[in-house]
């Protein structure tokens, strides 16, 4: 069992009262972390606010020199993080290592692309004023919060901490409680580093205890949630700064409009929606179609579904238990309104405790839940719409507004239909992904507030300031 111990002001504290991350796939202890109170929250902020001026007075390749220390440890013990993602979350060991290195991908992405961040320098020539010259560069915000969710637990920490923490900025961050191992592991490794004191602070606890406090703080300058969309409404309503980036659910559908590549269009589906169990804010959530591709396309989908491995992550089973019960009874819920509304099952609908089969439902209406609400698991919905037009009235008509996908041979009508879809991204003849992290990832609606991507967040963590010469 991991006793953790986190990182504030420099230094490796932990506390007498703990919280106890579960094992999703044996519901045993596999770690304990500290559990903050409201003067341990306030401490981490008073020690990145003490420690902001002078790491953003360092000059920035002294930054990525240090930063860099870290990113080597995180490297040098990949194998040990790997193993906590697959025992707190139930990621498959494979698929929590490719984390892992891709994480550090984007660490050396983002401080190269940092170093290309070069200053405005303007005239007021073209304005008819002739004796002014400005400079504006992108400067530090100061201190900001980070929140990460548990499905990436350091891809989606990292993303966040890297960008902010090139640029000059102080953090404090707080790991989902579900990813709170891996966050104390990741504060660990900076301690190592020597990562200046109060330059990154990790705090851990329930969020339902120390939520207020970490948002409300007067030390806090900008905010980055990724998690649910309840949260982070709250996180809009009460935060003391409105500069909130928001990354939240979605409700991303698989149009698709011919079947001239029905296996290939299958292979994209089915990675799409059932990766990490479903369990992705870009997995797709409901494949939209006519009757007659329809009629071809489930008994594909359920013969590759049918092949998906279920089992547990040390067996890098394509299926694993969902983070905990509480999760698993939602989707089961979703299922069962489906089914009693005249949905058909076609496969799946098998659980045990929190492990449920991978399951595809044919004939779900908009009269049923599944047809609107994000299950965060792996069920597919397909839904049966002959009229083109009302396709798109029905992708739209969600509340959320993340990603789709289209699927036809014909590039021109794709074109057309993507363009009216309402969401952040569209991908024509590919699954909804996030990826590659070079590329802005928005969301509109209830999806989120502000794009991220490397080049997005290194604009979203640092703000323009001018220095205007006269003469």
């Not at 961040?117 to 020539?125: D, K, Q, S």
């Not at 900001?144 to 900025?169: C, D, E, H, Q, T």
Request: charged share 25%.
């Amino acid at each position: 069992m991991y006793k953790m111990k986190i990182l504030i002001n420099g230094e490796m504290i932990q506390t007498d009262e703990v919280v106890e991350i579960l094992n999703p796939a044996t519901f045993e202890v596999a770690g304990v972390v500290p559990a903050l109170k409201a003067n341990d929250i306030n401490n981490a902020y008073l020690a990145a606010r003490n420690a902001q001026k002078n790491w953003e007075n360092l000059q920035i390749l002294e930054r990525i020199k240090i930063l860099n220390r870290w990113r080597d440890l995180i490297l040098a013990n990949k194998e040990e993080l790997a193993t906590i993602i697959m025992t707190e979350v139930a990621k498959a060991y494979k698929d929590a290592l490719s984390e892992v290195e891709r994480t550090v991908e984007y660490m050396d992405y983002t401080f190269q692309e940092a170093m290309r961040l070069e200053p405005l320098a303007l005239t007021g020539a073209g304005m008819g004023v002739k004796n002014k010259y400005g400079i504006f560069e992108r400067v530090a915000k100061g201190v900001g919060l980070a929140i990460s969710p548990f499905n990436y637990p350091i891809n989606l920490a990292l993303s966040k901490i890297a960008p902010a923490l090139v640029m000059g900025n102080t953090l404090v961050f707080k790991p989902a409680t579900a990813g709170s191992l891996i966050g104390a592991k990741l504060s660990e490794l900076a301690h190592q580093a020597q990562i200046p004191a109060g330059v990154l602070n990790v705090v851990t606890g329930r969020g339902r205890d120390i939520g207020d406090d970490l948002t409300n703080n007067v030390q806090l300058n900008f905010i980055s949630f990724t998690g649910s969309t309840e949260i982070g409404h709250r996180i809009l309503k009460n935060a003391s700064t409105k500069d909130i980036v928001l990354e939240l659910g979605g409700k991303d559908p698989a149009i698709v409009l011919d079947d001239l590549k029905l296996e290939m269009y299958a292979k994209e589906i089915i990675s799409g929606a059932f990766s990490y169990s479903g369990q992705r804010c870009t997995a797709i959530k409901r494949v939209i179609t006519t009757d007659a591709i329809a009629d071809k396309l489930v008994s594909i989908l359920k013969d590759k579904i049918e092949k998906l491995k279920v089992g547990l992550p040390m067996d890098n089973a394509d299926i694993t238990p969902l983070i905990d019960q509480g999760s698993a009874d939602f989707v089961l819920k979703l299922i069962d309104d489906a089914k009693t509304k005249g949905a058909q099952i076609v496969t799946g609908d098998k659980h045990e405790k929190n492990l449920i089969w991978p399951t595809l439902i044919d004939h779900v209406t908009t009269k049923m839940d599944l047809a609107w609400i994000e299950p965060f698991g792996p069920v597919l919905p397909i839904i049966r719409i002959n009229d083109m037009e009302e396709m798109i009235k029905i992708a739209n008509a969600s509340n959320y507004g993340l990603q789709a996908s289209i699927y036809s041979q014909d590039l021109n009508q794709a074109l057309h239909v993507a363009k009216k879809i309402e969401t952040g991204t569209v991908n024509i003849n590919g699954k909804s992904q996030r990826g590659p992290d070079s590329f802005p990832f928005i969301g509109i609606k209830d999806s989120g507030v502000g794009t991220q991507g490397i080049g997005e967040t290194l604009l979203s963590v640092t703000r323009l300031k001018g220095i205007v010469i006269n003469y």
